[in-house]
């Protein structure tokens, strides 16, 4: 088991219910577009992993506090009427096998 401090992004479209209500179709390809084109690529660059998404949201780990605040900031520029972030610092288990 390996223990280390993780830096954790949590991510939601804003107001995705709504948008949901008026434009289903539209509001799932515009998500899609923005998790191809901005977030997926950001994340990578920022050596970061997507562990967890759930509808219009997802959870995102990097190895240090750096690449977390230099992903938020990116994010804020670009995205920030689109998708609301959290971030937390952390400690992350994972077992080896």
């Known amino acids: 088991m390996e223990r280390r401090l993780a ?3 949590a991510a939601d479209m ?3 219910s709504s948008q949901m209500q008026r434009d289903e179709t539209g509001t799932l390809a515009r998500l899609k577009r923005v998790r191809a084109e901005i977030i997926d690529p950001q994340i990578s660059i920022n050596r970061g992993r997507i562990f967890k998404t759930m509808g219009d949201g997802f959870l995102a780990e990097f190895a240090v506090q750096l690449m977390r605040s ?3 900031l990116l994010f804020k520029r670009r995205l920030q009427r689109i998708i609301r972030l959290k971030t937390m610092i952390s400690s992350a288990i994972s077992a080896s096998a």
């Open 14 to 16: 804003v107001g995705f």
């Open 70 to 72: 230099m992903l938020q």
């Open 7 to 9: 830096a954790i992004v």
